[in-house]
Nanobody, 124 residues
Framework: QVQLVESGGGLVQAGGSLRLTCAAS????????TAWFRQAPGKERDFVAH????????HYADSVKGRFFISRDSAKNTMYLQMNSLKPEDTAVYYC?????????????????WGQGTQVTVSS
């Protein structure tokens, strides 16, 4: 099994930056893709960013493209989400997720393991 633990959330002013970290442990050799999702109060969970581990392919939701960047340190089994130019509408609980099939997907149902989430609050 794989376990994921997020960290790095917090309160930041609009225009600021945060870097979220997701540490993977357990059977990390089974991971083929990771993604970040977010859920704002009263709203559905939304896809934010994806990375394929075999070739480094990345994809972003239109709402964060050019501001957020997903990366990975394979030696540390750690994933990151660098968030720049934050906006109040970015306020949400952010979750990292790991999947075990190579199919590129932006659907939460394609990811088998989830972290506990970390709160990001952007003040105006």
């Amino acid at each position: 099994q794989v376990q994921l633990v997020e960290s790095g959330g917090g309160l930041v002013q609009a225009g600021g930056s945060l870097r979220l970290t997701c540490a993977a442990s357990g059977r990390t050799s089974s991971i083929t893709k990771t993604a970040w999702f977010r859920q704002a109060p009263g709203k559905e969970r939304d896809f934010v960013a994806h990375m394929s581990w075999n070739n480094g392919f990345t994809h972003y939701a239109d709402s964060v493209k050019g501001r957020f960047f997903i990366s990975r340190d394979s030696a540390k089994n750690t994933m990151y989400l660098q968030m720049n130019s934050l906006k109040p509408e970015d306020t949400a609980v952010y979750y990292c997720a790991a999947g075990q099939s190579p199919v590129v997907s932006y659907l939460g149902s394609e990811y088998q393991t989830w972290g506990q989430g970390t709160q990001v609050t952007v003040s105006s």
